[in-house]
């Protein structure tokens, strides 16, 4: 899906720019999967935190549409198709499907953190393969994703945390 490459005058040798194009193209998918996951969060929750985790929620949604668009266009940039429909984020997505039977904030932060523990992960194993295939720019796109990725992880755990 997606391999045949638009010529460019990038100097990234074709198989590492596919390689790399299929890396993307499944990060595309999680973080546009896990956005719509956010969401469902920031409009489902309840309880005495209601307006902290909504607003919360919703600027971490935010942050992932910067990333959803980042990642599509190094794809671009690179000669690829970006990869980025609700269909294809659902089909290639890493993560699994969020609960609609939930509603007290802490559940919320536990599913959300659930999701953003292999998010991290796998962006973070995106640093080191996109390192080694020679592209410094993507590893650096992603180091600049894994560093927000573990920061909200940070600000989800504190919820846990702080209520044990
Ligand atoms: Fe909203």
Redesign the pocket.
């Known amino acids: 899906m997606g391999e045949r490459l638009h010529t460019t005058r990038i100097d990234l040798a074709e198989e590492i720019r596919i390689a790399v194009i299929q890396l993307l193209n499944r990060s595309l998918a999680t973080a546009l999967d896990l956005k719509t996951q956010v969401?469902q969060a920031?409009?489902n929750v309840k309880g005495p935190q209601f307006v902290a985790l909504?607003e919360l929620f919703?600027d971490m949604a935010g942050e992932l549409d910067g990333f959803v668009d980042e990642l599509a266009e190094r794809v671009t940039a690179l000669g690829g198709t970006a990869l980025g429909t609700a269909r294809i984020a659902a089909a290639t997505s890493i993560l699994p499907e969020y609960p609609t039977d939930i509603a007290e904030g802490r559940e919320h932060v536990q599913a959300l953190a659930d999701r953003y523990a292999p998010f991290a992960q796998h962006v973070r194993a995106a640093i080191n393969e996109t390192d080694e295939l020679g592209d410094a720019d993507t590893a650096d796109l992603y180091t600049e994703i894994s560093r927000a990725v573990d920061k909200r992880l940070w600000f989800l755990e504190a919820h846990l945390q702080a209520e044990r």
């Open positions: 969401k920031h409009w909504h919703d």
